[in-house]
Each structure stands twice: as C-alpha cells, then as structure tokens.
C-alpha cells in the first residue's frame, strides 16, 4: 500500500539546488578556504540559526586548526522581508581581537543584516576579516558588501532548506527549495 502520509516534502514546488551540488560546492569552498588561510588558525562566526547545516559541512572540508563561535541576530519586523535593522540576540561568546575570522551566513539578501555584523566585528579588531555565504540574493542588494566565498546564486524568491527556515519550519531539508504558494497564504 502506498504512505500517503503527508511530509515536509510536499510542500516544496520546487528545488532549486540539490544535496549533492551544495555538497560538492562545499567541498570547494573548503578547499578554498584550506588554501587561502594554510599556515594560520581561523575563528569561524557562524551567524545562527540559518548558517547552522552550511557550519557544520562546511569545516568538516577544513584541515587547519579552527574555533567556532555563534552570533545570533534578528531583524526586526516579521514576514519574509529583511527590516534593516538588526538586534543581537546572542553575542560571541569570546574576543576575536588578532584572529582571523571568517562569517558564516546562510544567505545575503539586502546585505543590510552583513553590513551591521562586518562594521560591529571590524570595530573589535581582527587580523582579518572574511565573508563566507552559502546563497547570495544578490539581485536584491540594497548595501554593497564584500564577500569572499559564495556557494550559490539564487533568484529573487524565498527560499527554505539546508538551514533557511519559514516560521521556523523546513530548516532540516537537505536540500534549496522553493515553497508552494499556498504554504504562505
Ligand atoms: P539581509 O539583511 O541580507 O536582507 O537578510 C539576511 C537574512 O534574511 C538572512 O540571514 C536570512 O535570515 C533572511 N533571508 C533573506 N532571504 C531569505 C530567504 O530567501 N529565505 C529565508 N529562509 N531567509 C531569508
């Protein structure tokens, strides 16, 4: 008989990048990063909750000697819409002064939430300061911001899976998708 259970998995329209191109695209960005930093020790700041999945592959492909440390924030206001205005949630829980920190976010839409974390850490002092994002929305940029490591391009739509939530939900997909339009409504 079949299951006809309703899943997670049938909310989704589409996806829109796969397990196996975020795996693959991991595995480069890591060797990237393996390269660029050989030699030093890195401080990776990973901006919860979205960046949590990314985090977790990603330094898994890292083979130097690294601390992690979270920050979380929120923007005020609700819906699928980034407010601009940024409110931490929780700070790092040590200095990152002389280190080489790396951020890692899920995703950079407006760069507003970006912009506000790059200008708070810059002003503590790191040896360097670096940009990692899994997705970049980059057609919906409002603020210019620098960014070393992208995983993906996507489209100007709102998208869940791998970490990215909607209403706190989807966050376990293993893969980018893109909801139906009535899970909204
Ligand atoms: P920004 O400040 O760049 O406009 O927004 C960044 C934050 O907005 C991300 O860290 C993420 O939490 C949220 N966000 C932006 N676009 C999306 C999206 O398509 N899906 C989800 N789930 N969150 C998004």
Do not use: W
Not at 116 to 136: F, K
Not at 163 to 171: Q, W
């Amino acid at each position: 008989m079949l299951n006809t259970t309703p899943t997670l998995y049938d909310d989704v329209a589409e996806v829109l990048i796969s397990e196996e191109q975020i795996q693959q695209k991991i595995a480069e960005i890591g060797a990237r990063i393996c390269t660029d930093f050989a030699g030093e020790q890195i401080l990776i700041v990973a901006v919860l909750k979205g960046a949590l999945l990314f985090l977790a592959d990603l330094i898994r492909h890292i083979d130097l000697p690294l601390a992690i440390d979270f920050l979380a924030v929120s923007s005020y206001g609700a819906g699928t819409e980034s407010s601009g205005v940024v409110r931490i949630l929780k700070d790092l829980d040590e200095t990152i002064e002389h280190q080489n920190v790396i951020i890692v976010e899920d995703i950079v839409d407006s760069g507003r939430t970006l912009d506000y974390l790059l200008r708070m850490l810059r002003q503590r002092n790191p040896a360097t300061l670096h940009v990692c994002t899994l997705l970049d929305k980059r057609e919906r940029r409002e603020i210019d911001v620098p960014i070393d490591y992208v995983g993906f391009e996507v489209p100007d739509a709102f998208v869940v899976g791998y970490g990215l939530d909607y209403a706190e939900h989807y966050r376990q997909l293993p893969f980018i998708g893109v909801l139906k339009p009535e899970i909204y409504e």
